[in-house]
């Protein structure tokens, strides 16, 4: 038996994933988790095979989370589960130690399928990731200026395109207002930007946001 956390800040989320694997007998959700506390104190109570990551989730969350379970647990794999394109974020999350990626919006047969392929130590990326993170490791002058940022930007880079305010960002992120502000202004400067109105459109060109974030 497959023993899995399923970490998600969304409760029909959470639920959705749940209905879907009640499918597979070989699959048991053993607990659940909501933000990043949640998820760091289930991992230590409770034996498990797989965790179900969400990317976005309150408090720590995204690679930094990531790090933090694989401190705390380093035999236990994660599969990231995200609306974020996978093309953008899946080397990010294998790099800080997670085994798979998987956008949310894929086929119930496909996370069975992750799920399977972790808790046996494999590793799941879809074909057009794969080859994305492949071409990623080639040299080229001409790399767009968001593959600059580091993990902590890209978060933060995010949450500005969405509209979200210096302070609503530094409660989310844990962190101080003054830091947000001195990301802010090295991500522009990374990204030769000069307001916010020009990452949105940026955002929007390179399609880096969804509609659901």
Do not use: W
Request: proline share 3%; aromatic share 2%.
């Amino acid at each position: 038996m497959i023993k899995i956390l399923i970490a998600d800040d969304h409760t029909l989320m959470r639920e959705g994933l749940k209905q879907i694997l009640a499918g597979s007998s070989d699959i048991q959700v053993m607990g659940e988790a909501a933000n990043g506390a949640e998820t760091l104190s289930k991992i230590c109570q409770i034996e498990l095979d797989v965790v179900l990551l969400d990317l976005d989730m309150p408090g720590r969350s995204g690679t930094e989370l990531i790090k933090l379970i694989k401190d705390a647990k380093p035999k236990l794999p994660i599969l990231v589960l995200s609306m974020h394109n996978e093309d953008l974020y899946a080397g990010r999350v294998l790099k800080a130690g997670a085994s798979g990626y998987l956008c949310k919006d894929g086929a119930p047969s496909q996370l069975v399928q992750a799920i399977r392929k972790l808790s046996t130590g494999g590793i799941f990326i879809t074909q057009s990731a794969a080859e994305s993170m492949a071409q990623g490791m080639i040299p080229n002058r001409d790399a767009l200026p968001h593959t600059l940022l580091s993990d902590r930007e890209l978060q933060i880079f995010k949450l500005i395109v969405i509209g979200q305010g210096i302070t609503e960002m530094a409660d989310k992120l844990n962190i101080s207002v003054k830091t947000i502000s001195t990301h802010k202004s090295r991500i522009m400067q990374k990204m030769n930007m000069e307001n916010t109105t020009d990452l949105v459109r940026y955002a929007l060109k390179h399609e880096l946001v969804n509609s659901t974030d």
